[in-house]
Every structure is written in structure tokens, then in C-alpha cells.
Nanobody, 116 residues
Framework: QVQLVESGGGLVPAGGSLRLSCAAS????????MGWYRQAPGKQRELVAM???????NYGESMKDRFTISGDNGKNTVYLQMNNLKPEDTAVYYC??????????WGQGTQVTVSS
């Protein structure tokens, strides 16, 4: 069992920045992929940024130039630095992890609201 806990969301003006954190904990496990998705009201959940099982980093097209994913292996944590935020970035941001064997885990999500 793996638990994912996000933090760092909040309310910011357009053009502002936030850094999200996701800490993984639980029983002994190996994480093969980890990153971030988001879901705005009335819209499907979409990729933000992900460290993939193939060792690459994928970004959603509209996020690549503004967002940066990073990790701290010692703390089993991933971060999402978000710069130049736009109102359309308003969403609940979810941490996602895939462990050895293919099981997918989701965090509870953290709200990001960008005012115009």
C-alpha cells in the first residue's frame, strides 16, 4: 500500500508561482513512474508532468514552458514548480504513482486557484 500526500496549493494572481509537493509513503515498494495530473471542473483529468517508467519526463503541451517537475529520491518526493500561472491553470492537482506490478495510486489532490 502506498500513500501519496500533496501540499502547496493555494490562491495566486495570474502571473504568479506555486510549488507543489507530493510525498510517497507506505510499505516497501518500488515506484516506476510518478508525477502530476490535474482536473478542472467539468473537464477530464489531464497530464501535467510525469517521470515515466521508461526514465523520461513527459509534460502536457501547454505546461512544458512554464512548469518543471523534479524529485528528491531521499525523501521519496516529487515537486512541481509552476510559473507564470494563468486562470486556466485553476484545477485540483493530483499526484500519481505507478508501482512495480502496474498498480496506480492517486493522492487526494491539492487545489490551485489562479485569479484573473
Amino acid at each position: 500500500q502506498v500513500q501519496l500526500v500533496e501540499s502547496g496549493g493555494g490562491l495566486v494572481p495570474a502571473g504568479g508561482s506555486l510549488r507543489l509537493s507530493c510525498a510517497a509513503s507506505g510499505s516497501i515498494f518500488v515506484i516506476n513512474a510518478m508525477g502530476w495530473y490535474r482536473q478542472a471542473p467539468g473537464k477530464q483529468r489531464e497530464l501535467v508532468a510525469m517521470f515515466t517508467s521508461g526514465g523520461t519526463t513527459n509534460y502536457g503541451e501547454s505546461m512544458k514552458d512554464r512548469f518543471t517537475i523534479s524529485g528528491d529520491n531521499g525523501k521519496n518526493t516529487v515537486y512541481l514548480q509552476m510559473n507564470n500561472l494563468k486562470p486556466e491553470d485553476t484545477a485540483v492537482y493530483y499526484c500519481r504513482a505507478i508501482v512495480r506490478g502496474g498498480r496506480v495510486y492517486w493522492g487526494q489532490g491539492t487545489q490551485v486557484t489562479v485569479s484573473s
